[in-house]
Structures are given as C-alpha cells and as structure tokens.
C-alpha cells in the first residue's frame, strides 16, 4: 500500500481538528483557545523507547501519553497533535498500521486532542515515530521549571518506578508481570492535574527521566536546592532497601507530574480527588540531598536517564 493510501484509508478519518483539510494539503492551521499556546514534541525509536515485540497498540498510546505529560505539566490542556510516523520496509506486518491508528485515535479522543496533520514515510531501519502536540495554557502563562521558591513543598503524583518493574521483568524475569503494562503504556494522572498545577504549582515538570534527576534539574532551574524524604515516595509496589529506592526513583519513565507549591496550598492539593504525594522542599542552596527516616542518604552519581550516556538500558525512554 502506498503512502496516499495509508492517509486516505488510515489517518485522514482520525483528522479531526478544524484546520486539518482532511490531510489533504502540505499545513494545517491550528486552533488557538483562550490561553496562551504551547507546544511539546516528543520522539520514539523502535529498540530505544519500546521494544520491536511491544504490542503496535501499547506504542500509540504511549506516543500520546509521553507528550500529554509534558503539557499537564506545563499547566495546559492538550488541543491538536502533529504525527510524523516512520514505517520500516521490512520486519513488520503492513496490516499493523491500521492496528496503530485505530489505538491512536482512541488514545486521542481520551485525552480530547485532534490529529490536525502530519507525515508518513517508509524507513529502511526500525519504526520510527514523532509527535508535536499543541497545549492551551489553563492560567496567564505556562508552568515553567524555574519558578520554584524557598520553602516551597515538592510533590508528584501518581506513583514511582513501575516502569522500572515493568523492564526488569521484562528483560531479566525479575518483579512481576503486572507492572509491564507501565512500561509499554505508562499511566498518567488525569487532565485535572493540568488545573491543579497552573493553579497552585510555582515549578512543574513531568517525570521521564527518573525523579531524583529531573528534581536535581527543577531546582537547579529555580536557582535553588532541593530536598527529599524517601521514605515518603510513593514508590510502586514495595520498595524494601535503600538500593531498591534508588534504582527505582533514578530510572524514569513514569511520566507522573512533579512540581513545587507554596505549603499554603498544601490543603488543596491533598484534596484534589487524584494521587499527590508531598515528597520534599526547596531550599536556599544548590544541589539534591536525599534522607530516609531523617538520616542524610548517600546518591549515586546518574539520578536520571540520558540519551548518549556510556552504561544506559538499550530499550527505554
């Protein structure tokens, strides 16, 4: 089947977005809401960011899922979506594609966004995939790393490491089955956070590369430090030594939301009906300091994921 093919029978329905023509031109127009507009894009690459026997569905929805995190945790809802999708000419069934779209379209129509354009070409390498995702801001400005100040209680949502679980079963039989599902498809919280951060948040962001770093990387941006209570992670599953905290808060993929907030809004965000976790505070200083119970802990080196880094799993975010 040819590229004009897949368009017409496979995306053109999902192109839902008022400026998408049917993906019949070369630019789509985008809609802009009340808020300001921002935009995220994020990248996959079969053996880097999932595995080439993942299940094609698992891959749509975490492909929506990584981006939705990042605009949650900009303070925004998500509007419209940019695909580019790069299919291997070789190693893969072609009847996969419509399995793709027909996974993306439902992970979209989830989160409210429309597909309003995009790219299709075939790769002599593995699937290669892309999406831009806009994001209407729910206050005056986005959520930026660098608001954080003195004082201010640190808290994530959701829970910690299951991607973590889901990969070491997957590649050493370790942990348990039911956590692989958080590493094909990781869960976020829902839309609310959007609200809750542009309302109370002075610093945001999600957490793809592991908790520890992308704490280190939001205080450094607010010109600050960071402090943290393990004990009080919400790690999932159970979280039984102090080298089980670690690797599970260094490794990422979680796509939970972490931000800063005033401990006058500590009351609100207990109550806002989803799963937040007060996990430290932001202090005057620089750097990252970690205790359990009380007792200063030692951290490793590598807090968080980096692409490029000597040592890093070959298949994860």
């Not at 996969?96 to 129509?109: K, M, N, P, V």
């Not at 280190?216 to 919400?234: D, F, K, M, N, Y």
């Not at 790690?235 to 490794?251: H, I, Q």
Request: aromatic share 6%.
């Amino acid at each position: 089947m040819a590229e004009k093919d897949w368009i017409r029978r496979y995306f053109a329905p999902l192109a839902k977005a008022p400026g998408a023509a049917g993906l019949t031109d070369d630019t789509a127009e985008l809609s802009k809401g009340y808020g300001p507009l921002i935009a995220t894009v994020d990248a996959m690459v079969e053996g880097v960011h999932f595995f080439s026997d993942d299940p094609i569905e698992t891959v749509a929805r975490k492909l929506v899922r990584v981006n939705v995190s990042d605009i949650l945790g900009s303070g925004a809802r998500p509007r419209e979506a940019l695909l580019t999708l790069g299919w291997p000419q070789a190693g893969r069934d072609p009847g996969q594609i419509r399995t793709f779209s027909d996974s993306l379209g439902t992970e979209l129509d989830r989160w409210g966004i429309l597909l309003a354009g995009g790219d299709t070409v075939i790769t002599p390498g593995g699937l290669f995939l892309s999406l831009t995702l806009t994001g209407e801001c729910l206050g005056p400005a986005p959520v930026r790393r660098g608001g954080g100040r003195p004082g201010d209680e640190v808290w994530v949502t959701g829970e910690i490491g299951a991607a973590r679980r889901g990969y070491l079963w997957k590649t050493e039989g370790r942990d348990e089955a039911r956590w692989l599902s958080a590493l094909q498809a990781p869960d976020l919280p829902p839309l609310e956070a959007g609200n809750l951060i542009a309302s109370h948040a002075s610093a945001a962001m999600d957490v793809s590369d592991g908790l520890l770093g992308d704490l280190a990387s939001l205080a450094a941006a607010s010109g600050l430090a960071a402090q943290i209570e393990l004990e009080r992670v919400p790690f999932a599953g159970r979280a039984t030594s102090l080298v089980e905290m670690l690797d599970l808060a260094s490794w990422g993929d979680d796509y939970q939301l972490l931000f800063a907030a005033s401990p006058q809004s500590s009351g609100f965000i207990g109550n806002s009906g989803f799963k937040v976790t007060r996990v430290g505070r932001l202090t005057e200083g620089a750097g990252l300091s970690a205790t359990v119970c009380g007792k200063p802990v030692n951290l490793p080196e590598t807090l968080a994921f980096e692409h490029g880094r000597v040592g890093q799993p070959p298949a994860r975010s």
